[in-house]
């Protein structure tokens, strides 16, 4: 007989150093970390303390023979909507992690799936998209919305009525004025200062922060 999982416990997609990030912060809720999942065949299996269960193919058959909680550990925008899209096809429980020294509203609202890292601040009547991971010391001002799949790097910031587009990634230590929009699949540079709007799929950088080059639409 299979034994059981414990009662509050969570699989981690993702057995790379975000992954390990992840965990920490599950670990920190009192969740406990049954493994990873990757399907990277050529990860080593325990290395600092990483235990691999299997891959997707193994996550999706044990969901078929008992509930299972998954957070997600992947930092690339596309790869982690992949997967959680099949997570959710799948109708798998996909938690949101979100570390206790973080600051959120009463008023924010979290999805599914998102990543919220030490100290971030997410202000009041913030929403924050399936998926999204606000990294550690940043700071989502009143107002805004960081849409699905975004990733806001360590130490940004944005201020209040910023809207983030889906897929967007604002590097470490950029900055946003309150009332821009970053548009869908954008990269913003590291320490860059953005005072206009940024277009959809495009990279911007300096200070101020302008149009570097454009980039692949991606469906």
Known sequence: MKPKAARNSAIIYGASGHGK???D???CCGIDVEGFIDDNPALPNGDSGLK???DGNWLFR?????SVKVALGIGDNFDRRLIAERIAGCKLCLLSAVHPSATIANS???ASGVVIMPHAVVNADASIGRGA???SGVIVEHDCHVGRYAHLS???AIGGHVTIGELAWLGIGASVIPNLR???GSIVGAGATVIHDIDDWVVAVGTPARTLRKLARVV
Do not use: Q
């Not at 044990?62 to 008992?66: F, G, K």
């Open 21 to 23: 990030v992840v965990a």
């Open 182 to 184: 970053i548009g869908r």
């Open 62 to 66: 044990e969901a078929a023979l008992r």
């Open 52 to 54: 691999i269960l299997g």
């Open 133 to 135: 991971i606000v990294n």
């Open 108 to 110: 924010a609202k979290i």
């Open 25 to 27: 912060i599950l670990r």
């Open 154 to 156: 360590p130490g940004a």
